[in-house]
């Protein structure tokens, strides 16, 4: 007889009952467990029975064995992961077969971590399928417990509804199961990762730690050694602080007005590594003796190293450039002894590089924006002593009005301040023509966790930043920089071909955009820390504005964009497709590839039917390696699709290779 779905027929075995295993002996109770009928699993003890009398558990006392593990965690409300993969440590007791598991902790996990299993026999568990095999259910077996010889790399724990996956041990672990157990234990498995822990490494990367303080030099055999041993510079400053015309000094420069230059003596004391420096104050000069200029104190950070302290070169401490003219005897021997240093020529007052150091500073700089009203009602204060209003340009606000520039973009991937989050964000750049005006959006994106659907940027003039690692002003024909490769080739792996971008590895040169003279100070001029700002043909497609800080890629544009930018070629240089083709001919006739570059869409035409499609020619025109932008790329799609089909003629755009058109 059977027990349907029970694999157990009750004919087979006769006696159900188990054997006490309770007794009295002598009159004491005792318990007697080799009587019983259930065979019982041998413990990690028993199988490393310990020696003599001596009880199982001896043997093994105090002896754990610790594996790195993980589990994964579903995350049901948050847009950033759907998973975590958590770390923990898995504790094994050799003298009774209990786990206990622990989580390592992470700073800022937002999850409560420590302990997840406390000591004890963790029951393996036994899968039931139910009666309609849709129904999976995991169950403990109280009578098998994990032991020892169940546990290694590469291994599962089913404990309690989690999976803990075993991915490596420590050394007495990994000894103890291969000289013990006789186990082969693999080599350590690699952790996997998750969208949480990649964005939580972003934002510590993108942190700024604070400046530590300074640890002091208290190096005492550097201080016996060298106690007493000071090495003199002589240097030059000139002040532009105030006007001293009447200076007769010789290191005076006649050629620069209000200059006043002066002698100073640098003091670099070697057993503790600080400077001094002291002012050399020539008689009748009208100025106060003062002891000290800058008292003894250690050596700043921005300091330069002490081999570098030439001769002509310079140094800045507390805003002042000071300039080495000489050193005395005993600083000589020491950079002769210690940095092989043979010629110690000392500078004379009318030295090219005095003159440049004074010439430098021939022009002030103009005074930084105090933020009331604009910066040309402020530079007007600078320029004239009665201040005159700026003149605005009406003829541009006549003709440009309610002209606007709209496009969408997006944040630069791996730029500062951009997380993985960010790069989902979406924007509507408004550039107005009228005023010059940036006008940025920030559309609703559901579920994003973003508070958005309002204004990022408020309608205002935008500066460019001093210096930016993404230059919109690159000019390509006629530069002198461009050193073609002398071998055009093409090669042809697997489809779509691709061009071998060998045959023009030139960059396209950066170059500053042409500038009119500038007054000397104002904005714009080199003596000036303030930039231009955006003007219109710093947007199109393709290219990075920085906003604040924050760098967004312009990444599409309306219509009526691209027919104004077309419109105005001289404007918009990007969108000149006469001044593009004539890159393209001159980049293929200096390396005499026509043939190749016409060879190179042909192969391409899969199908032979004389076209390719539009977005088949962007991804083509990006591997001929003429580091077209993707505005010009659009300039070439809208001038050779003109039924708007989404289909170019091959024959029709190589024809713009002839000279003759």
Request: glycine fraction near 6%.
């Amino acid at each position: 007889m059977a027990l349907p779905f029970i694999g157990l027929d009750l004919n087979e075995r006769k006696g159900f009952g188990r054997v006490s295993t309770l007794g009295f002996r002598k009159g004491v109770p005792v318990y007697d467990g080799e009587k019983t009928t259930v065979p019982q699993k041998k413990t990690s003890a028993e199988l490393l029975k310990a020696s003599g009398d001596l009880p199982d558990w001896v043997g093994v006392d105090n002896k754990v064995l610790k594996f790195t593990c993980y589990f994964s965690e579903k995350v049901f409300d948050s847009n950033i992961e759907r998973e975590r993969i958590r770390r923990c440590d898995l504790c094994f007791f050799l003298d009774d077969d209990t786990i206990q598991i622990a989580e390592e902790k992470q700073i800022n996990s937002g999850i409560s971590q420590g302990v997840l299993l406390r000591r004890q026999k963790v029951p393996k568990t036994t899968t039931n399928l139910g009666t309609t095999a849709k129904f999976v259910t995991a169950t403990p077996n109280l009578d098998d417990h994990y032991v020892a010889k169940d546990l290694n790399i590469g291994e599962q724990l089913q404990a309690f509804g989690r999976a803990y996956n075993m991915i490596d041990c420590d050394h007495f672990t990994r000894r103890f199961l291969e000289e013990y157990m006789k186990m082969n234990v693999p080599d350590p498995l690699p952790c996997p990762t998750d969208d949480h822990t990649e964005y939580r490494d972003q934002i510590l990367k993108s942190l700024r730690p604070v400046r530590p303080p300074r640890e002091y030099k208290t190096d005492l055999k550097k201080f016996l050694m060298n106690d007493g041993k000071v090495l003199k510079f002589f240097c030059v400053w000139n002040d532009l602080s105030k006007p001293n015309k009447a200076n007769t000094s010789p290191m005076y420069s006649p050629s620069v007005l209000y200059a006043d230059s002066r002698r100073f003596v640098l003091l670099y004391f070697l057993s503790d590594d600080t400077i001094q420096v002291i002012e050399q104050i020539p008689p009748n000069s009208g100025r106060d003796p003062a002891p000290v200029f800058i008292k003894r104190q250690p050596v700043p950070d921005y300091f330069p190293a002490i081999e570098s302290l030439l001769i002509s070169s310079t140094f800045t401490m507390f805003n002042r450039t000071f300039l080495i003219v000489d050193y005395d005897p005993v600083t000589q021997e020491y950079f002769r002894s210690n940095f092989g240093i043979q010629d110690f020529t000392p500078l004379v007052a009318d030295s090219p590089a005095i003159t440049r150091a004074t010439t430098s500073m021939s022009y002030r700089d103009v005074p930084k924006h105090t933020g009331f009203g604009t910066e040309e009602d402020s530079l007007a204060s600078c320029l004239s002593l009665v201040p005159k209003p700026p003149r605005r340009d009406w003829n541009k606000l006549v003709t440009n009005d309610k002209k606007v520039l709209r496009f969408s973009g997006q944040f630069v991937p791996n730029s500062p301040g951009v997380g993985k989050v960010d790069l989902e964000r979406k924007f509507v750049v408004t550039y107005y023509l009228a005023d010059d005006t940036i006008l940025i959006f920030e559309p609703e994106i559901r579920n994003s966790g973003i508070v958005s659907g309002k204004k990022f940027l408020e309608r205002m003039r935008v500066k460019k930043p001093v210096e930016s690692a993404y230059s919109n002003n690159r000019s390509r024909v006629g530069s002198p920089t461009l050193r073609p490769s002398t071998s055009p080739s093409l090669s042809r792996s697997g489809s779509p071909s691709s061009f071998t971008s060998s045959m023009f590895n030139n960059s396209r040169p950066s170059t500053p955009s042409s500038l009119s003279p500038s007054r000397p100070g104002s904005p714009g001029s080199p003596n000036s820390s303030s930039s231009a700002y955006y003007s219109p043909s710093d947007f199109y497609v393709g290219a990075v504005i920085d906003i604040f800080g924050r760098k967004i890629v312009l990444t599409d544009a309306a219509e009526f964009v691209f027919s104004h930018m077309e419109a105005n070629p001289d404007e918009f240089p990007k969108a000149d497709l006469h001044r593009i083709i004539e890159y393209i001919k001159e980049q293929i006739h200096m390396q005499d590839g026509k043939e190749a570059f016409i060879e190179f869409f042909r192969k391409n035409d899969r199908f032979g039917k004389g076209f390719i499609t539009t977005d088949q020619f962007k991804t083509l025109m990006k591997q001929t390696g003429l580091n077209l932008t993707d505005q010009e790329i659009i300039t070439l799609v809208r001038r050779y699709d003109l039924d708007d089909d989404g289909k170019i003629s091959i024959k029709e755009f190589c024809s713009m290779l002839d000279d003759d058109n």
